[in-house]
């Protein structure tokens, strides 16, 4: 019922910059929180950053002052600006949706869940 879908990734030099976009669709009423994962190979999942309906943000540690999270309310919409990459910046990124609201069609029931974008590669080279 209810999609995320990721675009923007791929390779920078070190120091460069990416910026991911993050698109959730369906028919959303509403969404709590939207943010950015990202897991390097053979390590666990890990908060990047994320930003509430009211535009409140939280970073990690390891990117605060280089990322900056943003969000689109009226299209669903996340983003992520990465700069001055670097190469432990390298993984695959997933956006999340919290506490997504909505109907199973157009005069439907509500509903309310978490949800996951299939990922999108990062690839940062020294």
């Known amino acids: 019922q209810v999609q995320l879908v990721e675009s923007g990734g791929g390779l920078a030099q070190t120091g460069g910059s990416l910026r991911l976009s993050c698109a959730a669709s369906?028919?959303?009423?509403?969404?709590?929180?939207m943010g950015w994962y990202r897991q390097a190979p053979g390590m666990q999942r890990e908060l990047v950053a994320d930003?509430?309906?009211?535009?409140?943000?939280n970073y990690a540690d390891s990117v605060q002052g280089r990322f900056t999270t943003s969000r689109y309310n009226a299209k669903n919409t996340v983003y992520l600006q990465m700069n001055s990459l670097k190469p432990e910046d390298t993984g695959d990124y997933y956006c999340?949706?919290?506490?997504?609201?909505?109907?199973?069609?157009?005069?439907?029931?509500?509903?309310?869940?978490?949800?996951w974008g299939q990922g999108t590669q990062v690839t940062v080279s020294s």
């Open positions: 369906g028919r959303i009423l509403s969404i709590n929180t």
């Open positions: 999340n949706a919290i506490e997504v609201k909505y109907r199973s069609n157009n005069y439907g029931k509500t509903f309310m869940g978490d949800y």
């Open positions: 930003i509430t309906g009211g535009g409140s943000t």
